[in-house]
């Protein structure tokens, strides 16, 4: 009996430990559990708590209006009203030169290519030259033109004769239109008198007039005209009036016979690869020259 008793006192006695140790660890464990949890809760209200901060200055922030092409615009390209939209963006990215006013971006042209919602600052920007009462439209047919030239493109005009003397006629002349062959650029009047200088020196001295495109118009500088204009052409020109139209027929019979010499040497499957060229879209694949500048910002409704 006495053994029973001792027995069983030791049982309780490991028991009684066996609890205290257990309510131990477990108080241990809850303890560094609770701790963790504070910790992370700690975390994760300062992160809310930084997230509200942001959301609420951003929905304070002041919002300034400015304009972007509403489609890609070539280099070279006059800006109409139609071709700009509104936007809207945080004031703080704001470029120092930004054009706020719809005026001051109707009317000038690109420099680089843009990307539709390119933000417009006038690093962008080129002014246009302002409208002389004396400006015309001039149609050419008896300019020698680069293969790859197209509409709204820019060229110097150049003359060369047979001694290899080579002189800058046109200085930086935007196509405005082109069509088989034939040119329209405007010209003012010392310009044109100009051109029916070379076009009579074209023809008396069998000289070439011929264009040279540039390579990024608005960021080169237009070229100094070097032709100096015959004295002896003007009085020429002075007697005879006619004999400018009779030089530029000549000039254009000359293209124009070697335009054909070029389309009789291309063979017909020169041609008909041409012809699908074509067909299959020019100007694929071409990218944005230069870097634009984008910022975040929204369509104004």
């Not at 962008?124 to 293969?147: C, H, K, V, W």
């Not at 003359?159 to 290899?164: A, D, E, K, V, W």
């Not at 254009?252 to 070697?258: D, T």
């Amino acid at each position: 009996m006495l053994l029973w008793r001792r027995k069983t006192r030791q049982l309780m006695l490991a028991a009684v430990i066996g609890a205290v140790v257990t309510a131990a660890v477990f108080t241990v464990w809850m303890s560094m559990r609770t701790h963790r949890y504070a910790v992370q809760s700690a975390e994760t209200r300062r992160a809310l708590e930084a997230e509200i901060a942001r959301l609420k200055e951003a929905s304070e922030q002041k919002y300034i209006r400015g304009w972007a092409p509403s489609r890609p615009l070539p280099a070279g390209h006059l800006i109409r009203g139609e071709d700009v939209a509104p936007v809207e963006f945080p004031a703080q990215t704001a470029p120092a030169d930004l054009l706020i006013s719809k005026d001051k971006v109707v009317g000038k042209t690109v420099k680089l290519r843009l990307s539709a919602n390119t933000l417009l600052t006038e690093a962008l920007l080129n002014e246009e030259e302002p409208t002389s009462a004396d400006l015309r439209y001039r149609e050419m047919g008896f300019i020698q033109l680069p293969g790859t030239l197209g509409n709204q493109d820019t060229v110097d005009v150049r003359i060369q004769f047979p001694t290899g003397q080579d002189y800058i006629l046109l200085a930086k002349k935007r196509v405005i239109s082109l069509a088989d062959g034939v040119v329209t650029m405007t010209l003012n009047e010392a310009e044109i008198l100009s051109l029916s200088s070379a076009i009579v020196d074209a023809y008396l001295h069998k000289a070439s007039i011929y264009a040279l495109l540039y390579v990024e118009p608005g960021l080169q500088a237009k070229a100094v005209p070097t032709y100096p204009a015959n004295d002896a052409v003007l009085q020429l020109i002075r007697k005879d009036p006619n004999i400018v139209h009779q030089a530029e027929q000549a000039l254009n019979r000359s293209a124009r016979a070697g335009l054909e010499a070029d389309l009789a040497g291309m063979s017909a499957q020169s041609a008909a690869e041409f012809a699908g060229l074509q067909a299959s879209g020019p100007g694929a694949g071409a990218k944005p020259a230069g870097d634009d500048q984008q910022f975040e910002m929204r369509p104004l409704e």
